[in-house]
C-alpha cells in the first residue's frame, strides 16, 4: 500500500514569513494530493490538491508543487497570519482510499 | 443534510464493552470512508464503501471492527469487546465518487471514543 512521510512535523514561524511542508509518497499510481488544514477540535478541510498531471498550483498565498519523479510534493504558504495556525495533513490518493501524513503543527506568531 | 453527520459526539465505554459510532454522509456521495485518528497524528485509514459494498477494507486492525452501508448511505462502524488502545477519534467522510478521478473528502466532526 501507499506510505505518505510528512516533514517538519511542528514548524513556528513569524506573522508575514513563510512556511513551507513536504510530503514524500511511495506509491507510483498514486495521482491526486490534497492538503487539509484541521484546526484543533474541528474536522480536517480540504485547502488545496493538485493532480498529477499538474507541477504546480496556486491559490491566494497557498500553492503546492509536485514532483512525480521524485514522489513528493509541497505546500507553500505565504505571508503567514495567525489564523493559518493549524494541524496540515497532506494526502495521497489512487484508485480508493486515502492514505495521510502524520501531519505538521504550525504556529504563526504574531 | 448540509455536511457529513457523525453520532455520537463523545462515547465513554469500558472495556469490553460493544460500541457502534454512525455516519451520515452527504446525499449523493457515493463513497463513504471510515478513519482513526489519535492525538497527534494523521487519519488512519480503516474502511471505505463505494455504494454498498466495502471496496476496501485493509485497514481494519482486527475482526473486533466491522462496519456496514446495508444502503448505500448510512454506515455504522462497529467494535466489539472494545480495548483501551482503540481511545481515538473516528472520523467519517464522504466523496461524490471514487476512481482515477479527483473526489474531495469532506469530513464529519468525528466521534471521539475513550474506553476506560
Known amino acids: 500500500g501507499e506510505n505518505v512521510e510528512q516533514h517538519p512535523s511542528t514548524l513556528s514561524v513569524q506573522e508575514g514569513d513563510s512556511a513551507v511542508i513536504k510530503c514524500t509518497y511511495s506509491?507510483?499510481?498514486?495521482?491526486?494530493f490534497p492538503w487539509y488544514k484541521q484546526e484543533l477540535g474541528k474536522r480536517p478541510q480540504l485547502i488545496i490538491d493538485?493532480?498529477?498531471?499538474?507541477g504546480e498550483k496556486k491559490d491566494q498565498r497557498i500553492a503546492v508543487t509536485l514532483n512525480k519523479t521524485a514522489k513528493h510534493f509541497s505546500l507553500h504558504i505565504t505571508e503567514t497570519q495567525p489564523e493559518d495556525s493549524a494541524v496540515y495533513f497532506c494526502?495521497?490518493?489512487?484508485?480508493?482510499?486515502?492514505?495521510f501524513g502524520t501531519g505538521t503543527s504550525l504556529t504563526v506568531i504574531p | 443534510g448540509a455536511g457529513v453527520s457523525q453520532t455520537p459526539s463523545n462515547k465513554v465505554t469500558e472495556k469490553g464493552k460493544y460500541v457502534e459510532l454512525r455516519c451520515d454522509p452527504i446525499?449523493?456521495?457515493?463513497?463513504l470512508y471510515w478513519y482513526r485518528q489519535s492525538l497527534g497524528q494523521g487519519p488512519e485509514f480503516l474502511i471505505y464503501?463505494?455504494?454498498?459494498?466495502?471496496?476496501?477494507d485493509s485497514g481494519l486492525p482486527n475482526d473486533r471492527f466491522f462496519a456496514v452501508r446495508p444502503e448505500g448511505s448510512v454506515s455504522t462502524l462497529k467494535i466489539q469487546r472494545t480495548e483501551r488502545g482503540d481511545s481515538a477519534v473516528y472520523l467519517c467522510?464522504?466523496?461524490?465518487?471514487?476512481?482515477?478521478?479527483?473526489?474531495?473528502?469532506?469530513f464529519g466532526e468525528g466521534s471521539r471514543l475513550t474506553v476506560l
Open positions: 464503501f463505494q455504494g454498498t459494498g466495502a471496496a476496501d
Open positions: 493538485i493532480r498529477s498531471n499538474v
Open positions: 494526502a495521497a490518493r489512487g484508485i480508493g482510499q486515502f492514505y
Open positions: 446525499s449523493g456521495h457515493t463513497a
Open positions: 467522510a464522504s466523496s461524490r465518487r471514487v476512481g482515477t478521478n479527483t473526489g474531495e473528502l469532506f
Open positions: 506509491d507510483s499510481a498514486s495521482n491526486y
